[in-house]
């Protein structure tokens, strides 16, 4: 059974940063495309960011300059570096493949920003 498992979240103070690790069972990140996509209180989960098999990475516009997507393909892991975190940036982070698969989708990790 595939489990991905988001962790790093948190409560920090806007400006602050924080890293979040997504790891996965097994090899299915192996020549995937990942990405992270939050769901922020109120509204529906949307995409953030993503990084391609190949390295290449794309975000949304209100994220450039702040988040860098990265992968570990040794480690089966993914991360979402970020920084000068804003109070629009709370919401559940998850991570998935991309397009995302319904079955995938793990707990997420929380993060609050707010001082």
């Known amino acids: 059974q595939v489990q991905l498992v988001e962790s790093g979240g948190g409560l920090v103070q806007p400006g602050g940063s924080l890293r979040l690790s997504c790891a996965a069972s097994g090899t299915i990140f192996r020549g995937a495309n990942v990405g992270w996509y939050r769901q922020a209180p109120g509204l529906q989960r949307a995409w953030v960011a993503t990084?391609?098999?190949?390295?290449?990475?794309s975000s949304i516009a209100s994220v450039k300059g702040r988040f860098t997507i990265s992968r570990d393909n040794a480690k089966n892991t993914v991360y979402l570096q970020m920084t000068s975190l804003k109070p629009e940036d709370t919401a559940v982070y998850y991570c998935?493949?991309?397009?995302?698969?319904?079955?995938?989708w793990g707990q997420g990790t929380h993060v609050t920003v707010s001082s």
């Open positions: 990084i391609t098999s190949a390295g290449t990475t």
């Open positions: 998935n493949l991309v397009p995302a698969l319904r079955d995938y």
